[in-house]
């Protein structure tokens, strides 16, 4: 079953053109605005919204301050400055469990906190202040790549996480993996609006008065974007956009991205509209550029595409929607993000050449969601163009292309072109198993283009369950692909699932059976259960998989949904095939780098030869199999 695209003609260009030019006539100033991308996310490598939206903007002549809040947050938690915050909050932590043991009995959980907040000494921080400060330093350059260093810095970190997760508690947070709760749900309106609120718990609070609270009030600016991009960034976005609200009133905010796409049907209903003034749905680029100039011009927001908006007379859908001509994008401007920052030791800029994906057609995803008309790409010419341009301005030589799926077509041709140009970069991006690649030429050129680590959708190994996701592909294709691939020195991260609606137990365990019997060629793993979606094909149309969906009214934000099956594994038995996968696979899918950005910049510098280095040695000489929880 094709994705349907349909909503993308409602807004022709010459009539966004018209409203344009309307609107700054009418406004006849340019604008301020400040973007921001907000917490929790890895710091790997710039996320592509703020830049995608800064170009468009500053070629319209609008002034931006981008601000990678996400990047900044971490940088600061691992200092002095907020280590010896979190020091003066132990007594406070102390006093709050005092008293609370005086109304009632604490549980068990809280007198371990109390008995490990006992622990928090002065030398004790003032060591973990040295160390998380040389753990920077040691992701940040060539430190990086002595494997014994990082994973002594990622460990720095965990601690100095769970230390922070101590005076906050009963907050957890964690980095890395990115698990930090704030023990609410992000999925219901009102525990997000408590969470807001709750000063014991939201750090993120503490980060806007740090972060984004001084920075408004040096700059100014007339608008502020939020880009949401995972539902759990809904705590630190809200909790921004409500004391925005409080202390700058006069300022509008937007909130855009990923999750508030999926969320498009019901927010206008949502109490957590108060916090902010207007929503981007689906692509922003012209639909933010139109409202920022809207909002100059003090018009209505009416004609503004791709806009949910509130007046004077309620919350209102724009009529109108609008998809990006890729032809007419100019490259990501990343002037202004703390490029320094990042815990890389090089940067890794990220690259998106399309828009929605080619194939379109599995069953399980709901990418295309994200869009409003169907799959589009840039020229490759353009392609290339925008490489040398932010390879040279820049100085990176590390890429994420991070398209849905690359096409095979220009997958071709952008190998051919990094290399006929000479590019001297290196890349990763994800990909299809397509039997139009199978060709050794295809990974000659891949190879010395530069390609080092492509991400695979696999799913399964079972010809019967990739057809009913309508994958088209084979085991024949997918092994020889992987072979070819490995071969020409480029790591291979194969991406699954198991439980898709009628995939049995025995069907899982073929799967697994699968990758071990090509574990040569498969060098890394990233596992999980099926999510039935808010807008997959699955949730549209259960009728046909046998699925029976449960919705909790009052989880009204949720992005998935509980459900049973009339045929193959539950829900439960999913998880217990994924728990006994845990348990029981190939020991060499243990890595001591789980980051993907980390394990392509090994690759980059040492190639396939540095793959022994990179397992757990240590572990598996001690005779202890470690698990595949938190490691992918």
């Known amino acids: 079953m094709k994705v349907e695209y349909t909503k993308g003609n409602r807004a022709s260009k010459e009539l966004i053109q018209l409203h344009r030019r309307t609107s700054f006539e009418a406004s006849g100033r340019k604008m ?47 200092s002095e400055d907020f280590l010896k915050k979190v020091l003066r909050r132990v007594p406070q932590q102390l006093d709050r469990l005092r008293k609370l043991a005086k109304k009632r009995e604490l549980t068990e959980w809280e007198m371990d906190v109390q008995l490990t907040l006992c622990d928090i000494t002065r030398p004790r921080m003032e060591k973990l202040i040295l160390d998380a400060e040389e753990a920077k330093h040691v992701v940040r350059n060539e430190k990086f790549y002595d494997i014994d260093k990082l994973e002594w810095s990622i460990q720095v970190f965990r601690e100095v996480t769970s230390v922070i997760s101590l005076v906050y508690a009963p907050a957890r947070i964690c980095m890395p993996p990115m698990e930090t709760d704030l023990s609410y749900k992000p999925y219901v309106s009102a525990e997000v609006m408590d969470a807001v609120q709750d000063e014991q718990v939201n750090v993120y609070r ?74 981007v749905v689906y692509e922003g680029e012209t639909a933010f550029t139109q409202l920022v100039e809207a909002v100059g011009a003090k018009r209505s927001l009416a004609n503004v595409p791709n806009a949910i908006y509130k007046d004077e007379t309620g919350i209102h859908v724009s009529p109108l929607s609008y998809a990006e001509d890729m032809a007419a994008l100019p490259p990501p401007d990343f002037d202004g993000l703390p490029l320094e920052k990042y815990f890389v030791p090089t940067r890794v800029l990220p690259y998106l050449a399309t828009r929605g994906c080619y194939w379109g057609r599995c069953e399980f995803c709901d990418h295309g969601e994200g869009y409003t008309a169907g799959y589009r790409s840039k020229k490759i010419q353009d392609i290339l163009a925008d490489i040398t341009y932010l390879r040279d301005k820049y100085g990176a030589k590390h890429f994420h292309f991070t398209d849905e799926s690359y096409p095979p077509a220009l997958f071709r041709k952008l190998s051919r072109g990094l290399v006929e140009s000479k590019m001297d970069i290196f890349w990763t991006t994800h ?61 291979n991260h194969c991406m699954g699932f198991f439980g898709f609606p009628g995939e049995t137990k025995e069907e899982a365990w073929q799967s697994v059976q699968f990758l071990e019997q090509n574990k040569d060629h498969v060098h890394s793993l990233g596992f999980g259960t099926f999510d039935l979606g808010r807008h997959n094909p699955v949730a549209k149309h259960p009728e046909k998989w046998g699925v029976t969906a449960y919705k909790n009214p009052d989880w009204d934000l949720a992005l998935d949904y509980y459900y049973t099956v009339k045929n193959g594994m539950s829900i439960e038995e999913a998880e217990r095939v994924f728990e006994q996968f845990e348990r029981n696979h190939n020991p060499g899918w243990d890595l001591r780098l789980y980051i993907r950005e980390y394990i392509f910049l090994y690759i980059s510098r040492f190639g396939l030869g540095k793959l022994q280095d990179l397992q757990y040695q240590a572990v598996k000489t001690s005779g202890v199999v470690p698990t595949l929880a938190g490691k992918m």
Not at 36 to 43: K, L, R
Not at 237 to 259: R, V
Request: glycine share 4%; net charge negative; charged share 20%.
């Open 206 to 279: 503490d980060v806007f008065d740090h972060l984004v609270k001084p920075v408004i009030q040096q700059e100014k600016p007339d608008v502020i974007g939020i880009s949401i991009v995972l539902q759990q960034q809904m705590f630190s976005s809200m909790t921004f956009c409500a004391l925005i609200k409080q202390h700058f009133p006069h300022i509008h905010i937007t909130i855009g991205g990923n999750t508030v796409t999926r969320l498009r049907d019901v927010l206008p209903e949502s109490p957590l509209f108060q916090y902010f003034d207007s929503a």
């Open 431 to 491: 990909m299809r198993f397509e039997k139009s690649l199978l060709e050794d030429a295809v990974w000659q050129d891949a190879k010395e283009s530069g390609c080092r680590y492509l991400h695979f959708g696999y799913e399964s190994g079972v010809e019967r369950v990739l057809q009913l996701m309508d994958k088209a592909t084979t085991a024949e294709v997918m092994t020889h692909h992987l072979k070819l691939t490995a071969e020409a020195g480029i790591w």
């Open 32 to 78: 301020k605005v400040m973007l921001i991308f907000p917490p929790d996310w890895y710091p790997s490598e710039p996320y592509l919204s703020l830049p995608s939206l800064t170009s468009v903007l500053r070629q319209a002549g609008h002034t931006v301050i981008q601000k990678d809040i996400n990047c900044e947050m971490w940088d600061w938690y691992f």
